[in-house]
């Protein structure tokens, strides 16, 4: 199976703009879709990103999916940060009927 | 509205199993199958395997193969995850999280976790 690999750690300033790569190692990005993932301290994930680009009801337009075949990853970006926005953040994707996470990424909007 | 809610937490000496439920409501359980993610402390998901409740259908991570069990009850609409032959370090916060039926294994909704503590 291929692993995807994220940023430790990313900071960014309230109402900036912040991305968060998602590296897969081997296979092509395109070929399966990616999810996102927010897990805000002390509660359960909620997703913020499926099927590489698309937003679930509720999730404000400020953040968006990417994918970027030249680099085999994909991206959340999330534009004019809050506080709220401080959380962390799984990419997710799969190789056949096995559901792979990525290590995580935690973002500290300071 | 779709809610997934979990058995309260659980103390577990090594060597031990654990059974955790998770009870679906809002929705047709039969519909989705739902997976088992698990969380260290500090640490991130990790995938454990998914049960379909239509059939009983499963599929694991290599990594719990021979030590969990995944089954559910349709009458209760309640799926179950058992881990067995308990070590120190399967202390984690256990997730149940409803597929989407994309095709693609997202999840839509998830449990509100229960601590798994495995201590001597």
């Known amino acids: 199976n291929f692993m995807l690999t994220q940023p430790h750690s990313v900071s960014e300033s309230p109402g900036k703009t912040v991305t968060i790569s998602c590296t897969r190692s081997?296979?092509?990005?395109?070929?399966?879709?990616v999810q996102w993932y927010q897990q805000r301290p002390g509660s359960s994930p909620t997703t913020v990103i499926y099927?590489?680009?698309?937003?679930p009801s509720g999730v404000p337009d400020r953040f968006s999916g990417s994918i970027d075949i030249s680099s085999n990853s994909a991206s959340l970006t999330i534009s004019g940060l809050k506080t709220e926005d401080e959380a962390d953040y799984y990419c997710q994707s799969y190789d056949g009927t096995i559901v792979i996470f990525g290590g995580g990424t935690k973002l500290t909007v300071l | 509205q779709v809610q997934l809610v979990q058995s309260g937490a659980e103390v577990r000496k090594p060597g031990a199993s654990v059974k955790v439920s998770c009870k679906a409501s809002?929705?047709?359980?039969?519909?989705?199958?739902m997976h088992w993610v698990r969380q260290a402390p500090g640490q991130g998901l990790e995938w454990m395997g998914w049960?379909?409740?239509?059939?009983?259908?499963?599929n694991f991570a290599q990594k719990f193969q021979g030590r969990v069990t995944m089954t559910r009850d349709t009458s209760m609409n309640t799926a179950y995850m058992e881990l067995s032959r308990l070590r120190f370090d399967d202390t984690a916060v256990y997730y149940c999280?409803?597929?989407?039926?994309?095709?693609?294994?997202?999840?839509?909704?998830w449990g509100q976790g229960t601590l798994v503590t495995v201590s001597s």
């Open positions: 999280a409803r597929d989407d039926s994309s095709g693609w294994w997202g999840v839509d909704y």
């Open positions: 049960i379909n409740p239509n059939n009983g259908d499963t």
């Open positions: 809002g929705y047709i359980f039969i519909d989705n199958y």
């Open positions: 099927e590489d680009n698309q937003r």
């Open positions: 081997s296979g092509d990005i395109a070929s399966t879709y």
